[in-house]
Every structure is written in C-alpha cells, then in structure tokens.
C-alpha cells in the first residue's frame, strides 16, 4: 500500500464523474438481440471430475467444458462443497483479470469452504484452457478489446464473451444441487467488466455482484487521461496506427460503447458491492466512478486510498457479509 493523499476536494471531483463514452441509442436493442442468438445455441457441456486435483470427503471439484459461440470449446472450473444435509447451495460465479485465467483450485475452495459452490470460466484466447475459435476483421495485434472493432460491433471479441457467458448462465440453471435462487457475480478489473455484463444481461439470475476496479470502463475517459498504456494498450495502439489524426474517433468509441460498462449500468438491477482503490494507475478512478454513479441499483461503494490495481483484502472480506445479506435490498 502507498501512502498517497487524498483529498475532500479530488473526491468530490470523482464523485461528480458521469462518463464520457458515449451510450449507442440502439443498446437495449442490440443486446436483446445477442442474447437471442446465445439462447438460440443447443445448450452442450460435461462436468467431470478435474484432472487437476484430487477429490476431498469435503469439496468435488469439477472440469466443465461447453460449447459457446462459434462452436468454440470453452471451459470453466467448478468446485462444489458437500453439503451437510444435501440440501442445495448458492452458487459463486466468478469472472478473472486481463488477460489471465481462472485462479489456482486453492484459491477457489475458499468459497467451497463458505458452503458455495463456485464456477469460473476461463475467457477464449487469454491464459487458460477456453478456445478462441477468431474470426475478427481488422487488426489483432494489440489487445482483445479493439479485436473486431473494424467489423461491426456484433463482431467484437467481448460482445462474444457476454454471449458465451449467457451460455454459461443457462448451463447454471441446469446443474444439480445448485440453488438458482442464490446466485451471486464476483469479479474484479477485467472480471469486474464481465460481471457488469453479467448481471445486465441476465437480471433473473444474479442475485448481487461485487465488483473491484472494473476494466472495460469508459473508454473515451480512458484515452483523454491517457491512461491507454497497460490494461487500456488496445486504444492507444489502434489510434496511432488506424486512426493517427483522430477523425474516426466519434466512430470507434462509438462501437466500444457497445460493450462499456458505462453503458450497460443502467441495466443493473441487483445490489452491487463496489470496491475502487484510489490510487489506481490501470483502471482510473474517474471511470470507475463514472460507472458507480450511473448505477441505479441499491449500491455501495468502499474506498481504499493508498491502494492500486491490487489485491485489496478487505474489500474480498466484506464481500462475505455482503453475500450472506440476501434478502437485503
């Protein structure tokens, strides 16, 4: 942790953010439609047991391997406490960074150990198992966030993720022992973008959220602070070779609005725990904030000054009451 000041006066200036990517007019639209195509994919996936870890008297733990958009093979870990009684558990679905994987099976029992089950996906083409089956017009050099930028936004290589994601929630509904009543999204930077998504896109499903320094936030914001230099590398490598004198910039931030987070908090209906350190170099505060205040779903935003792009163990300690509080809006 650092010991950087902060001020009443920086805080009222994030607290006073409103994002400056813009909000495509056909959004609602054009997910209801993506979605439609998801859910029009024949539902195909087997658990096994993992080839990674053995079996215990107090937790089964699971490879799922599915079939997502495209025909690509996606896969996903899943661990399942046994429970005393037999009796259904709440589920965890958890979503990793950029451009990483699912975490160690050690870090994934903690849940188990909590009495929830726990499903994370591994993103196509990052660090772990889940294929990328491609496809995208345009460049591919720099970063999955302008992958297919050039193509559409049906085309993005995130507007494919949210639909192999809604895959993943239909699978959710079908899996034995699994209490669909008390599903909860926990993801942070690049898996606190995808958990936005998430409960946006499937609102009958996700019961809360607790999302830390979400990636994928506020695009335009990103590229005026010129921020666009590590998780945010995609726009600066696209806007120096394919748009140098930035007349297609109303264009292509345009597109990316489709898959914001900025944009799709209006969609959020369930309670979000909401977790920014303030002194954060790789997701900057002003878009976070932007992302919180567009939220208008029952909300609350812990701060951590000193903090960075970081594990922040408190803010992974109050999610545990956080979940537990379930019939509290």
């Known amino acids: 942790m650092r010991n950087v000041p902060f ?13 400056k990517n813009p909000i495509p007019q056909d959004f609602d639209e054009f997910w209801a439609l993506r979605m439609a195509e998801a859910d029009a994919q024949p539902l195909d996936f087997e658990i096994r047991p993992s080839d990674e870890i053995p079996q215990f008297d107090t937790c089964s733990y699971y490879d799922l391997y599915f079939t997502g958009m495209g025909g690509a093979r996606l ?7 046994r429970s005393a009684d037999g009796g259904p558990v709440p589920l965890v679905l958890q979503f990793h960074g950029y451009p990483g994987c699912t975490r160690s099976w050690a870090e994934q029992s903690s849940w188990p150990g909590l009495g929830y089950a726990i499903l994370s996906m591994d993103n196509p083409g990052q660090g772990g198992r889940s294929e990328d089956v491609g496809g995208f017009k345009g460049t591919t050099v720099s970063g999955h966030l302008v992958a297919g930028v050039d193509g559409g936004p049906e085309n993005l290589y995130y507007v494919r993720l949210y639909q192999d994601q809604r895959i993943l929630c239909r699978i959710v509904r079908q899996l034995a022992g699994i209490d669909a009543g008390r599903v909860f999204v926990n993801g942070s930077s690049q898996g606190g973008g995808m958990g936005l998504a998430c409960c946006a896109l499937n ?5 809360r959220a607790a999302i830390l320094y979400p990636f994928l936030s506020d695009f335009r914001e990103v590229w005026e602070l010129g921020a666009d230099a590590i998780a945010y590398e995609g726009i600066r490598y696209y806007s120096r070779w394919f748009d140098a004198d930035g007349s297609r910039a109303d264009e ?12 799709f908090a209006h969609l959020v209906r369930c309670p979000v725990l909401f977790g920014t350190g303030l002194a954060d170099v790789v997701c900057p505060p002003e878009t976070q904030f932007a992302v919180y205040n567009a939220l208008s779903c029952p909300k609350r935003h812990l701060l951590f000054p000193g903090f960075g792009h970081e594990e922040i163990q408190a803010f992974d300690d109050a999610i545990i009451g956080f979940f537990q509080k379930e019939g509290d809006q």
């Open 7 to 19: 001020s009443a006066t920086r805080l009222a200036e994030l607290e006073a953010c409103r994002g």
């Open 75 to 81: 896969y996903a870990k899943y661990a399942v406490p």
């Open 252 to 263: 292509w931030f345009g597109t990316l609005g489709y898959v914001d987070s900025l944009s």
């Open 203 to 207: 609102p009958d499903l996700v019961r």
